[in-house]
């Protein structure tokens, strides 16, 4: 057992490496634009992202097999989301029920 952390960033004052007082260790990557692009640590598991061009977050993958897709409007908010966690696929999707006044919930529904 160590007796302090370590943390070192690049340039741009990103975190890019950690180990904590037990030797547990953790990386990280970023584009030119500073968005996490990459995660790994001591223990192999590793995280994905990919962003559009305005920054926004488009796709994550985890080494666990769990992954997300993401859709904007015109207003850069999120509309649709899909999942697929350890091969189960998922999609939240807007509903409306038509017993009470028009109203959107998200559900879970498989696909």
């Known amino acids: 057992m160590s007796n302090k952390t370590i943390k070192k960033y690049d340039k741009n004052n990103n975190l890019i490496y950690f180990k904590d007082l037990y030797g547990?260790?953790?990386?990280?990557?970023?584009?030119?634009?500073?968005?996490?692009?990459?995660?790994?640590?001591?223990?192999?598991?590793?995280?994905w992202w990919k962003y559009n061009k305005n920054n926004r977050i488009i796709h994550y993958k985890d080494s666990g097999g769990n992954e997300s897709w993401y859709k904007y409007d015109k207003n850069k908010k999120i509309t649709i989301t899909e999942q697929k966690y350890n091969n189960i696929e998922f999609r939240k999707k807007e509903k409306e029920y038509l017993s009470r006044k028009k109203c959107s919930r998200f559900e879970i529904m498989d696909i």
């Open 24 to 47: 547990f260790e953790n990386w990280w990557k970023y584009d030119k634009n500073n968005n996490k692009i990459y995660f790994e640590n001591s223990k192999d598991y590793k995280k």
